[in-house]
């Protein structure tokens, strides 16, 4: 099994920043993408930021210039942190990891952490 964690939620005024992060434990051989996905009220998820084995990100259009993605190899975690957020950033934020298991590959989801925007 593999265990995706987040944490770093929370509420923050208009123009503030948070940083989330994501920790992936078990049984693994390698973790190739990770990535950061949230899911607003009454809408579905959409992916945030992404990053490849070998550091290459992407980024959605709504989070371009105002986050960044990044990541440490030797503890499986993953971070977002978000600058200048704005009330529509408001959403629950999921980690996903696409992960090499001795049995095969897994596509593993964190719980979601809460991210409020609001003054």
């Known amino acids: 099994q593999v265990q995706l964690v987040e944490s770093g939620g929370g509420l923050v005024q208009p123009g503030g920043s948070l940083r989330l992060s994501c920790a992936a434990s078990?049984?693994?051989?390698?973790?190739?993408?990770m990535g950061w996905y949230r899911q607003a009220p009454g809408k579905g998820r959409e992916l945030v930021a992404i990053?490849?084995?070998?550091?290459?990100?992407g980024y959605a259009d709504s989070a371009k210039g105002r986050f960044t993605i990044s990541r440490e190899y030797a503890k499986n975690t993953v971070y977002l942190q978000m600058n200048s957020l704005k009330p529509e950033d408001t959403a629950v934020y999921y980690c996903n990891a696409h992960v090499q298991l001795y049995s095969g590959s897994l596509v593993s989801w964190g719980q979601g952490t809460q991210v409020t925007v609001s003054s």
């Open positions: 078990g049984s693994m051989i390698s973790i190739n993408h």
């Open positions: 990053i490849s084995p070998s550091g290459t990100t």
